[in-house]
């Protein structure tokens, strides 16, 4: 499995922005998505999770009702949408693959492919 987060940048706090996960190879009928961040000198930390089965999604969570975690399926992404932002959600964002759909885990390590990431900076 091989995922790219996409979506990134700079933004004022208060602003918007969308990151995209770009899944490829075999992720399965039967699967989960998940979003964590890292900033500087901090663990990385869930945001959302997507959980899906046979093309359909069963269940979606998110740390904060800012962030909503949706599927595109126009785009064939995981998309996190990320609204009312702070100078605190600065931080890389990762998504990552897990080969199972049955409870959505927020511990990175039951994620177990992983995208590069891409960087948020929000400005105050």
């Known amino acids: 499995v091989q995922l790219q987060a996409s979506g990134g940048g700079l933004v004022q706090a208060g602003g918007s922005l969308r990151l995209a996960c770009a899944a490829s190879?075999?992720?399965?009928?039967?699967?989960?998505i998940g979003w964590f961040r890292q900033a500087p000198g901090k663990e990385r930390e869930f945001v959302a999770a997507i959980s899906r089965r046979v093309g359909m999604t069963l269940d979606t969570i998110s740390v904060d009702s800012r962030f909503i975690i949706v599927r595109d399926n126009a785009k064939n992404t995981i998309d996190l949408q990320m609204n009312s932002l702070k100078p605190e959600d600065t931080a890389i964002y990762y998504c990552?693959?897990?080969?199972?759909?049955?409870?959505?885990?927020?511990?990175?390590?039951?994620?177990?492919?992983w995208g590069q990431g891409t960087q948020v900076t929000v400005s105050s």
């Open positions: 990552a693959h897990r080969s199972s759909s049955g409870f959505l885990s927020k511990d990175p390590h039951q994620y177990y492919y």
């Open positions: 190879g075999r992720t399965g009928s039967s699967y989960s």
